[in-house]
C-alpha cells in the first residue's frame, strides 16, 4: 500500500483540495452575478415605474405588474393617445479599454446591438405582451383595441437607425415619448371600459400567473 508520503498520493490530495477551491470559487461568483442581476432588475423596474407614475399628472392610468395567463406584463399605460405595454430590461454596461462603462445601444426596429453583442428577443417578448393584450382587452369589452408595445432600458441611451419597429427608450424619455408618439385616439368611454377591466383583473387575480415579471408569453 502507498505511504502517506507517497508522491502520487500527495499530489492526488493536491489536486483534489485545488478543485474544491475551484468550485467554490465558481458557485461564489455565480451567486455573486446572480444576486448582482437581481438587485440590478429590481432597481429597475422601479426606476420605470416612477417615471411612469409621472404620466398620471399627464391623465394617463398606469398598471404594474400585470397578471397575464403564464407571466406578468410590468407595466400597462392606458390614455388617450392608446394603450400600452411596458417591458423593463435591465442589463450590466461592460467597460471598454479605457475602463469606461459604455451605455449606447443601437436599434435598427428589429434587434437592439448592446456593446457586448445583440438582442433580439427582448423587442419579441415586448411584441408578444402587447399582441396578448391587445386580444384579452378586446374580447373583454367586445370592442378591438390593439396595444402597443414599448421597450425600456434604464441607465442606457438609445441611438434609433431606422424608424421601423416598437418604441424603445430610456425610462427618462417616457414624458417625452407620451407627448409625440403618435396617437391611437380613445375615447373617454372607451378608457374608462378598458381601465375597469384592467382593475377587474387585477382585483380578481390569476391563480397560475407567476410573480417574476421576467417570465414571458408562450411564442
Same mark, same amino acid.
Given at each position: 500500500?502507498?505511504?502517506?508520503?507517497?508522491?502520487?498520493?500527495?499530489?492526488?490530495?493536491?489536486?483534489?483540495?485545488?478543485?474544491?477551491?475551484?468550485?467554490?470559487?465558481?458557485?461564489?461568483?455565480?451567486?455573486?452575478?446572480?444576486? *448582482?442581476?437581481?438587485?440590478?432588475?429590481?432597481? !429597475?423596474?422601479?426606476?420605470?415605474?416612477? =417615471?411612469? +407614475?409621472?404620466? %398620471? &399628472?399627464?391623465?394617463?392610468?398606469?398598471?404594474?405588474?400585470?397578471?397575464?395567463?403564464?407571466?406578468?406584463?410590468?407595466?400597462?399605460?392606458?390614455?388617450?393617445?392608446?394603450?400600452?405595454?411596458?417591458?423593463?430590461?435591465? *442589463?450590466?454596461?461592460?467597460?471598454?479599454?479605457? !475602463?469606461?462603462?459604455?451605455?449606447?445601444? =443601437?436599434? +435598427?426596429?428589429? %434587434? &437592439?446591438?448592446?456593446?457586448?453583442?445583440?438582442?433580439?428577443?427582448?423587442?419579441?417578448?415586448?411584441?408578444?405582451?402587447?399582441?396578448?393584450?391587445?386580444?384579452?382587452?378586446?374580447?373583454?369589452?367586445?370592442?378591438?383595441?390593439?396595444?402597443?408595445?414599448?421597450?425600456?432600458?434604464?441607465?442606457?441611451?438609445?441611438?434609433?437607425?431606422?424608424?421601423?419597429?416598437?418604441?424603445?427608450?430610456?425610462?427618462?424619455?417616457?414624458?417625452?415619448?407620451?407627448?409625440?408618439?403618435?396617437?391611437?385616439?380613445?375615447?373617454?368611454?372607451?378608457?374608462?371600459?378598458?381601465?375597469?377591466?384592467?382593475?377587474?383583473?387585477?382585483?380578481?387575480?390569476?391563480?397560475?400567473?407567476?410573480?417574476?415579471?421576467?417570465?414571458?408569453?408562450?411564442?
Amino acid at each position: 500500500m502507498p505511504s502517506v508520503h507517497d508522491p502520487l498520493q500527495v499530489i492526488f490530495y493536491v489536486i483534489i483540495f485545488a478543485g474544491c477551491i475551484f468550485i467554490l470559487y465558481l458557485l461564489q461568483n455565480f451567486y455573486r452575478k446572480k444576486k *448582482r442581476n437581481a438587485r440590478l432588475a429590481y432597481e !429597475g423596474k422601479m426606476a420605470v415605474g416612477l =417615471e411612469l +407614475n409621472q404620466l %398620471m &399628472l399627464e391623465g394617463y392610468h398606469v398598471h404594474h405588474d400585470f397578471a397575464a395567463d403564464h407571466f406578468n406584463i410590468g407595466h400597462i399605460v392606458v390614455g388617450r393617445s392608446g394603450i400600452f405595454t411596458v417591458e423593463t430590461n435591465t *442589463r450590466s454596461k461592460p467597460r471598454g479599454a479605457d !475602463g469606461r462603462q459604455g451605455a449606447t445601444v =443601437e436599434y +435598427n426596429g428589429k %434587434m &437592439l446591438n448592446f456593446p457586448d453583442g445583440e438582442d433580439f428577443k427582448i423587442i419579441e417578448h415586448a411584441e408578444q405582451q402587447a399582441s396578448w393584450l391587445s386580444e384579452w382587452i378586446s374580447r373583454a369589452i367586445g370592442e378591438p383595441v390593439a396595444a402597443r408595445a414599448i421597450v425600456a432600458l434604464p441607465g442606457w441611451s438609445v441611438k434609433r437607425t431606422s424608424a421601423d419597429g416598437i418604441s424603445v427608450v430610456n425610462p427618462s424619455q417616457f414624458t417625452s415619448l407620451f407627448k409625440h408618439i403618435k396617437p391611437r385616439i380613445l375615447t373617454d368611454e372607451m378608457i374608462t371600459r378598458i381601465v375597469d377591466q384592467l382593475e377587474q383583473k387585477c382585483r380578481d387575480g390569476a391563480p397560475d400567473a407567476v410573480a417574476d415579471d421576467s417570465a414571458q408569453p408562450m411564442a
